[in-house]
T-cell receptor, first 112, second 119 residues
Framework: DVKVTQSSRYLVKRTGEKVFLECVQDMDHENMFWYRQDPGLGLRLIYFSYDVKMKEKGDIPEGYSVSREKKERFSLILESASTNQTSMYLC???????????FGSGTRLTVV | AQKITQTQPGMFVQEKEAVTLDCTYD???????LFWYKQPSSGEMIFLIY??????QNATEGRYSLNFQKARKSANLVISASQLGDSAMYFCAMGLANAGGTSYGKLTFGQGTILTVHP
């Protein structure tokens, strides 16, 4: 089975901290995505990447950046965490042409 | 731009009954794909079913079927013979697809519907 692994299930960080959320997939997928999930808003796309060192902004990129130095790893970076970034963060990957994503189990981030 | 709307924040169904979860979409792209995902309380996202915009027949996967009405831009999920384990959040999503009906790229998700199955 394809696995997408997010490094932390729960994180608590302080306002102003730099936060790294890591995502690793083990099936050589070209595409990787970062979403945040909030009640009543569903999943919203933050950033995505179609290849190594490539990145594109999603619908809500403000306050975030990403890094994809290796094909299997896609990192989400909160440069200076704020309380409004408290959320569930979901990473996903897919092949070009695949039906749907494979998701990680999510990281619930709380910024205090 | 693509938009997905799920107007039912919560739905209740009796065990063994059928239930329909609504999804409407908006896009100017002629070729697209529609997805449904299930998210149990554990948080994992589980792919359920896919429909390409050029598919002539409604997609089915076991107890799940997708009622695709292209003119109305709706893609409702029908779950037959509900089970207690069907209690979860359900998301409708869409993305671009090629002429062969294979989706690619980013997905746009709806707000989700919480389904509760009563014994």
């Amino acid at each position: 089975d394809v696995k997408v692994t997010q490094s932390s299930r729960y994180l608590v960080k302080r306002t102003g901290e730099k936060v790294f959320l890591e995502c690793v997939q083990d099936m050589d997928h070209e595409n990787m995505f970062w979403y945040r999930q909030d009640p009543g808003l569903g999943l919203r796309l933050i950033y995505f990447s179609y290849d190594v060192k490539m990145k594109e902004k999603g619908d809500i990129p403000e306050g975030y950046s990403v890094s994809r130095e290796k094909k299997e790893r896609f990192s989400l970076i909160l440069e200076s965490a704020s309380t409004n970034q408290t959320s569930m963060y979901l990473c996903a990957s897919s092949f070009y042409g695949a039906h749907g994503y494979t998701f990680g189990s999510g990281t619930r981030l709380t910024v205090v | 731009a693509q938009k997905i709307t799920q107007t039912q924040p919560g739905m209740f169904v009796q065990e063994k009954e059928a239930v329909t979860l609504d999804c409407t979409y908006d896009t100017s792209d002629p070729s697209y794909g529609l997805f449904w995902y299930k998210q149990p309380s554990s948080g994992e996202m589980i792919f359920l079913i896919y429909q390409g915009s050029y598919d002539q027949q409604n997609a089915t996967e076991g107890r799940y079927s997708l009622n695709f009405q292209k003119a109305r831009k709706s893609a409702n999920l029908v779950i037959s013979a509900s089970q207690l384990g069907d209690s979860a959040m359900y998301f409708c999503a869409m993305g671009l697809a090629n002429a062969g009906g294979t989706s690619y790229g980013k997905l746009t998700f709806g707000q989700g519907t919480i389904l509760t199955v009563h014994p």
